[in-house]
Nanobody
Framework: QVQLVESGGGLVQAGGSLRLSCAAS????????MGWFRQAPGKEREFVAA????????YYADSVKGRFTISRDNAKNTVSLQMNSLKPEETAVYLC?????????????????WGQGTQVTVSS
């Protein structure tokens, strides 16, 4: 089992940057595909970014390509999301997730474990 704890959220002005981190428990972190999702009030949870076990392959939602970067450190059991040029419509709770088996790595039902989330608020 994996426990995930996110950090790094906060309030930022439009155009600003934030770096989110997710710390995972357990000794098998490198076995999991890691993803970031976000959920705004009244909206469905949506895929943001994912990274394969070795970190060699990454995936992004079209809306964040070129602005967000996902990375992982298997030695430290952490995954990070660098978010630049943030927009007010990206205000949401950002959640870290872990998947043992995935095909696309972009679908929420593929993920087995979820963190509680960290709030990101982008002011206009």
């Amino acid at each position: 089992q994996v426990q995930l704890v996110e950090s790094g959220g906060g309030l930022v002005q439009a155009g600003g940057s934030l770096r989110l981190s997710c710390a995972a428990s357990g000794r098998t972190f490198s076995s999991y595909v890691m993803g970031w999702f976000r959920q705004a009030p009244g909206k469905e949870r949506e895929f943001v970014a994912a990274i394969r076990r070795s970190g060699g392959s990454t995936y992004y939602a079209d809306s964040v390509k070129g602005r967000f970067t996902i990375s992982r450190d298997n030695a430290k059991n952490t995954v990070s999301l660098q978010m630049n040029s943030l927009k007010p419509e990206e205000t949401a709770v950002y959640l870290c997730a872990a998947a043992l088996h995935t095909i696309a790595a972009t679908r929420r039902y593929e993920y087995d474990y979820w963190g509680q989330g960290t709030q990101v608020t982008v002011s206009s």
